[in-house]
Each structure stands twice: as C-alpha cells, then as structure tokens.
T-cell receptor, first 112, second 112 residues
Framework: NAGVTQTPKFQVLKTGQSMTLQCAQDMNHEYMSWYRQDPGMGLRLIHYSVGAGITDQGEVPNGYNVSRSTTEDFPLRLLSAAPSQTSVYFC???????????FGDGTRLSIL | GNSVTQMEGPVTLSEEAFLTINCTYTATGYPSLFWYVQYPGEGLQLLLKATKADDKGSNKGFEATYRKETTSFHLEKGSVQVSDSAVYFCALSDRNDYKLSFGAGTTVTVRA
C-alpha cells in the first residue's frame, strides 16, 4: 500500500550543491508532477510528466530539472542549490488528467 | 490563466462549531474542483471533489457544491472536531491539461 514514496524526508544543503529528490509510485499512474510549498503561497507546480519520456515545465521550473525514464520514477534535480529553493517539495501522481492526484509525504529541503 | 482564491486564515474554532472556508476560482472552460487537506507533518490528501456544475462533493462530514454561476466551491462542516485541525487547500484541474492550481491554503485550528 505504498502509493507515492518520496526520499529523503529531510535534507540540508549548502549553496551551490546539487541534489536529486526521488519520487516513486506503484500505482502505474501516467501523470506525475512536482510541487513546492511555501508559506502563504499554496503549492506551485515545478515540472510535470504525462508519461514515460515526456516532461514539461510548470509554473516555477527555473533551477530544476526532471526526467521520466520509467512510469514509476520521476526524480527532481537541483543542479546548483540556492537559498530561494528552501521549501517543502511534494511529488504527486494520477491515472489521468481527470482523476485526483495522490501526494507523497514531502521532502523538507533547507539551503544554507 | 486559471487561479484559485480562498479565504485567508488562520481560523480558530471551538469544537462543534460550524466551519466555512470560502473558495472562488477563475478558469477557462469547465474545470474539476477539489478540496485537499494537509494534517501536520503529512502530505496532502484528497478530501472531496466535484467534476461538474451543481455536483456536491462530501466526505468525513465536509461538503462543497460546485457553483458555476458564482464560480465558487465553498467548504462546510456542521460540527468540527479537534481532529479536523489542518490546512485546507482548494484546487482546480483544467480539463485541457494536467495542471492543478491551488489556493494559498487555510489553516484551521479547533479547540476542545
């Protein structure tokens, strides 16, 4: 009964370091996405994917890269971390665009 | 573009009080509407949804009706409990793409 699994749960980075946030789902969902949650701003879409090999930018894509080599996995890469990327990151998936999204428990990331 | 505006919090209530959280939206076409709930330290969970005008979503004593004429999807519960303390997010999904647009979230605290 795993659903959407995100790792790690917490991470502290120094400015300029790189890091990959992992996201895996076991529901065979085609649609996956990454959001960041900041106080008073709700969740904002970073990148999304409608299937393996297909990704696209969301509302706030700068500073982040994604890839989707399998249906199950959708990692988010920070190439050179900046303090402005301190946030809580959520991965989500759904079977298709009409279905509600299932969220992971989040990764709390701090950039010093 | 699509947007969601929801009542700002925080909201503090006594147990058994009536809860209303206002949500209005701007969208092209006919979006699906959702309420998500985030309990402390957890990810977002779908609370209820409505996919067309006049639909009423309900779950765990919460209700919301999709009102196309007023572009609203207000969340209500007749008698809240301490366990309802959480952050509530209104969201919409455009039928033409996968993207979810979220409101800023409303923090609700219920006192015993």
């Amino acid at each position: 009964n795993a659903g959407v699994t995100q790792t790690p749960k917490f991470q502290v980075l120094k400015t300029g370091q790189s890091m990959t946030l992992q996201c895996a789902q076991d529901m065979n969902h085609e649609y996956m996405s990454w959001y960041r949650q900041d106080p008073g701003m709700g969740l904002r879409l970073i990148h999304y994917s409608v299937g393996a090999g297909i990704t696209d930018q969301g509302e706030v894509p700068n500073g982040y890269n994604v890839s989707r080599s399998t249906t199950e996995d959708f990692p988010l890469r920070l190439l050179s971390a900046a303090p402005s990327q301190t946030s809580v990151y959520f991965c989500a998936s759904s079977a298709d665009r009409a279905q509600p999204q299932h969220f992971g428990d989040g990764t709390r990331l701090s950039i010093l | 573009g699509n947007s969601v505006t929801q009542m700002e919090g925080p909201v503090t209530l006594s147990e058994e009080a009536f809860l209303t959280i206002n949500c209005t939206y701007t969208a092209t076409g006919y979006p699906s509407l959702f309420w998500y709930v985030q309990y402390p330290g957890e990810g977002l969970q779908l609370l209820l949804k409505a996919t067309k005008a006049d639909d009423k979503g309900s779950n765990k004593g919460f209700e919301a009706t999709y009102r196309k004429e007023t572009t609203s999807f207000h969340l209500e519960k007749g008698s809240v409990q301490v366990s309802d303390s959480a952050v509530y997010f209104c969201a919409l999904s455009d039928r033409n793409d996968y993207k979810l647009s979220f409101g800023a979230g409303t923090t609700v605290t219920v006192r015993a």
